[in-house]
């Protein structure tokens, strides 16, 4: 990992703030981040339980690009918006794979041809709001056009087979209809263009599947070590069995099963479980749509298990499931949380368990998230 000062063009020019830590080198940023979670949590892991950070490549480590479109359909820039709301182009941002600027500048050739005027956020005029890339690791890729309004849809399907030819390597394609004048990336209603609906997303040995909508790990590299972390420690616990609650597409469940745990996921998106089924094959693993902050319906999903594998949103776990594992009698609790802050306030009313080991993983460099993962045993037996 690189001691040397980060530079990016962007941020030296002040049109891109959101990599706050730059030019601090990586080495630095990962110390800095490992005090501050430990400080964080100082109250619940023990020192003695943290384990070397889990660093990342400095640059190339996203996913998933999504893209504000402005200028002009003639000249379209690809990236965000500034103060003033006119478009600023991040087409070079280094966070994403080199591979993807030639796919950039076709997309920027797609809005032109197929003459998408940008949205402007002031005059609220225009269709085109956002192109959302996602890229596996095998190199595959999912666009996501995210609309205003119907009426471009003509022109997108009139262009979209040119843009196929040019990028044999986009499988799958939706279009979102976003008429709201809102601060979010997409609207509800999305409208397959491509036979393939998910895109394969292979992640150490198992390959997930994807789908338009929905939470990815966006550091492909980062998230594969943290699933193979968890499930050693899953498999370390002597567990059978194992619930994964808000389990998205099911990256802990299916890395559990694949080591052979028999693993049910419980997740609120009925879109995200129909792609974790569809990546299940053969693995024994199930999942569920439900509500994983209510222990009744996660009892209802996944009876009695041995271990629990929790990965919340920032917000947390709800105070009733905190309350419930707090009396569970599992072998062992893995949480997995991109926010210590909630992770403190929900380890703290775990009474009856006890922090093993704690790893951090730097699932986004140069910002001051950080992505904790922590093992719990009974207190009883670890004392
Ligand atoms: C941080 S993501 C984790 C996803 C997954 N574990 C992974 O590694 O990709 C949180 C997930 O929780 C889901 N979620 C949010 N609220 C939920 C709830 N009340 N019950 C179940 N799942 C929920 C979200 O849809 C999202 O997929």
Known sequence: MSALPLHC???EAGRCGSCTLLPTPLTTQLARKQEAVAARLADHVPSVAWQPPRGSA?????????LVVGGTAAEPTLGIRDEQGRGVDLRTCGLYPPDLLPVFDRLARFVTRAALPPYDLARRRGELKHLV??????????LRIVLRSEAPLP????????????????????????????????????IPLTEATLLGMPMGPVTLRLGPDGFFQTNTEVAEALYARATGWLMESGARTVADLYCGVGGFALHAAHAGLEAVGVEISADAVRAAESAAGDLPARFVCADAADPASVTAAAGEVD??????????????????????TQRTLVYSSCNPATLARDLAGLTGWRVTRAQL??????????????????????A
């Open 133 to 142: 890339l996602t890229r596996s690791a095998a190199s595959e890729l999912m």
């Open 9 to 11: 063009p962007h941020h």
């Open 361 to 382: 993983f730097d699932m986004f460099p140069h910002t001051e998230h950080a992505e904790v993962l922590v093992e719990l045993r009974p207190a009883r037996l670890s």
């Open 155 to 190: 022109r997108v399907e009139e262009h979209l087979p040119g843009l196929l030819a040019d990028l044999p390597r986009l499988r799958v394609v939706s279009a979102n209809l976003h008429p709201a004048h809102a601060a979010v990336l997409a609207g509800p209603t999305e």
């Open 307 to 328: 271990a629990v594998l929790v990965n919340p949103p920032r917000r947390g776990l709800g105070a009733d499931l905190v309350a419930a594992l707090a009396a569970g």
């Open 58 to 66: 400095p640059w190339g480590f996203r996913n998933k690009a999504k």
